[in-house]
């Protein structure tokens, strides 16, 4: 696992990290930062979800 993440990492440019920056004073800043972590964290939950829910459906055998 560690290897493809440094195999991914090094394939992606480090300029697509980089920008310029955005306007932080800007009155929607605020809200868009938190839709984001939100998503990803809602990205995350569903994840985690469908993780449990296969490996809890291979332990006992069953099948959907």
Do not use: C, Q
């Not at 809200?31 to 939950?45: N, Q, R």
């Amino acid at each position: 696992m560690r290897t493809k993440l440094v195999a991914v990492m090094a394939l992606v440019p480090s300029s697509a990290f980089a920008h310029s920056g955005h306007d932080h004073g800007h009155w929607l800043s605020d809200p868009i930062h938190v839709a984001t972590v939100m998503a990803i964290a809602a990205i995350a939950l569903v994840g985690g979800y469908f993780l449990v829910k296969n490996k809890l459906t291979k332990i006992s055998g069953k099948e959907d």
